[in-house]
């Protein structure tokens, strides 16, 4: 197989192979979704180029079954040990893990950990997963008849599990589609406004069928994003758009997109892009916004988004008879949904008849289907969101819709023949 020089090898084996198991997740040799064996050795794929493999041995996770078709040990004991949930990282811990029982094969747990101590998981607590490396260092046959289907006193298998560890489960990502892909420039600033944003050198890329920076969308899709809980409280309820207006708020904002034939060209385009800010003071914690010396929003005093009280009975009287009073400031934590699938979405616009298809990782289907309607200006009979395995949620994902959704969905719907940049809608 012939590959161009730059291509990664996650990407090769992905895309190229359509071997899906060898997931990608941060891109940067972080998590550890993405390793495979090389002669043996656990490499990340997404830090190698695919012509930097010629002449090595690759195993993915689809290599670690039996001849006869039955799962591997690793495979087996993590089936068992209910190592996996989501499935996302999962690939990664198998591979990892049966090099590192290859080299030591009766590990003990501290060795265990050591043994996965690179891979990341936000779904299992890593607790079932050393289990798994235990079982699946264990000598003898007989695996696999230790579950069952009965209903109480024994463990009974999930049926996804089979799948999710051969490799052969279906995110966002591994959706076929001759499609076209969606790069996404954003803020590297906390607080800034946009002076202004020059993408004529974009124009010019090979490749490129659409560029879009806030000002190219009209209608609905120049509005700010639908407010997921408008609680009567909430007196200053503030969403983002679907690329950044005016100015950015927090770092990773999206402030344009680019449509190409490939990731690798949408994201050369991408960095052609040139954007002016002017540095504004971002507001970083609880003490900072309630000091309100400088706003995150000009139009909202204080920066006070809402004030609720909630009492029960004559509350202040009881108050003024007490004999001691307290008054508490209180530090509540902010929890940070961390999943190992980023937001992904992947569309297809079928102009004859007249439909689109999304493929998203949500947790809300139906919301994103109804957002992307209402901002495209389509019936909701038009639109089909279509969630396949999600790689963890944990809550972040029922946050509809995100600003990729109708973006990278109306991009799809109004992206041109080879040849002919467009900006803005026709």
Known sequence: MKVPARRLLSDALRHDLGLTGTHVGCEHGVCGACTILVDGAPTRACLMFAVSAAGYEITTVEGLARPDGSLGPVQQAFRECHGLQCGFCTPGFLTTITAGIAENPDPTEDEARDMVAGNLCRCTGYQNIVKAVGRAAEPGPGRGDRMTTKMFGAKVPRVEDDRLVRGTGRYVDDVALDALHVAVLRSPHAHARIVSIDVD??????????????????????????????????????????????????????????????????????????????????????????????????????????????????????????????????????SACMPMEGRGTAARWDPDQNRLQVWTSTQTSTGVRAAIAARLGLDLGQVDVITPDVGGGFGVKIVHPWPEEPAGAAGRQDARPAGEVHRGPP
């Open 201 to 334: 050198a974009v124009l010019d890329v090979e490749g490129v069928h659409l560029v879009w920076t806030h000002e190219d969308l009209t209608g609905a899709m120049a509005e700010p994003l639908p407010l997921l809980i408008p609680h009567p409280t909430l007196t200053e309820g503030r969403t983002q758009y679907a690329l950044a207006k005016d100015e950015v708020n927090y770092v990773g904002e999206a402030i344009a997109i680019v449509v190409a034939e490939d990731r690798y060209v949408a994201e050369d385009a991408i960095a052609r892009i040139a954007v002016e800010f002017g540095s504004l003071p971002a507001v970083v914690g609880i003490e900072a916004a309630r000091a309100a010396e400088h706003l995150v929003h000009d139009d909202v005093p204080g920066n006070v988004a809402a004030t609720t009280e909630q009492s029960n009975g004559d509350a202040p009287a009881a108050i003024a008879a007490a004999p001691h009073t307290l008054s508490l400031d209180l530090d509540i934590e902010r």
